[in-house]
């Protein structure tokens, strides 16, 4: 696969939060709460600011415990359920995303279905790593910053899960930064990491979302702005992706095979 895209080359990293792109995120969101889309369902948005949609299949992958689920509940505005429940077989979810190319300053539906599977599932069941896989455009790669054994378990599943699929794009993600004081992954073992794998390597938080006034309804603009780093990070490493597959830029140097985490 190509290098992958360094961040803010590619996607606006703050037009989220601009006039215009307020405009947009209303498509999203309902009276200040995030809208929820079935695999058949789109935002409606009005002529006059009618985009193409860019549509990606995403592959969530990790240990038991690390927080998939509760990952993809928060980028799709959803409660992150309060006690851990292992996946029982594959969820799929939607979530939609504007976002604005530095190129060419047009702007752009992102449409991400994360494919998210239990651990056991995954090992009783020999046919769900194959569907989980099959026609991925990305593997997210998640860790928590609590458990040493998920961190230590990245380079299995970097060859286990993208070992044969070379033209996909790998980011990594390390769940429940805000639990950083007693983390068991220390920076110098993350700073080693990247050394041997240079893939976008992202933090996200395991506190609950923000609410509304009503004390009960997550609050949805505040919610996107808790997880925007993510989806333009995601944004940003497919579409450069397609531009390099399509052979609309030049495919830098190739990541590098599997590496040593240092201790």
């Known amino acids: 696969m190509a290098g992958p895209a360094a961040p803010g080359s590619v996607i606006v ?13 209303a498509c999203i969101l309902r009276k200040s709460r995030r809208r929820v889309f079935g695999l ?7 002529p006059p600011v009618a985009i193409d949609t860019a549509s990606y299949k995403i592959f969530v992958s990790g240990k038991s415990g690390v927080g998939k689920t509760a990952l993809v509940a928060k980028l799709a505005g959803l409660e992150v359920p309060v006690v851990h429940h292992e996946t029982t077989g594959i969820q799929t979810t939607v979530v939609f995303w504007p976002a604005k190319l530095q190129a060419s300053d047009r702007v752009v539906m992102f449409r991400f279905e994360f494919w998210d599977c239990g651990e056991s599932a995954l090992k009783k069941f020999e046919h769900m790593l194959p569907a989980c896989k099959e ?17 230590e378990d ?27 004081v007693h ?12 050394q041997a794998w240079p893939l976008p390597l992202l933090r996200v938080k395991s ?22 780093h993510v989806l333009n990070g995601l944004a940003e490493q497919l579409w450069h992706q397609d531009q ?13 095979g599997p590496g040593v985490v240092g201790s």
């Open 207 to 228: 506190v609950p979302g923000r609410r509304l006034a009503d004390g009960r309804t997550l609050d949805g603009r505040a919610g996107l702005a808790d997880v925007a």
């Open 135 to 151: 026609n991925a455009d990305a593997f997210l790669f998640l860790f928590s910053f609590t458990d040493r054994a998920s961190f």
């Open 183 to 194: 983390t068991d992954v220390p920076e110098r073992d993350l700073a080693a990491f990247r």
């Open 40 to 46: 058949l369902e789109r935002p409606v948005l009005p």
């Open 13 to 25: 990293p703050d037009w989220h939060e601009s006039a215009q792109g307020k405009e947009y995120l």
């Open 154 to 180: 990245l380079p299995g599943q970097l060859a286990r899960v993208a070992g044969e699929a070379p033209g996909v794009v790998r980011m990594v993600i390390g769940s429940k930064f805000d639990q950083y």
């Open 244 to 256: 390099v597959a399509a052979g609309l830029l030049p495919a830098p140097e190739a990541c590098p």
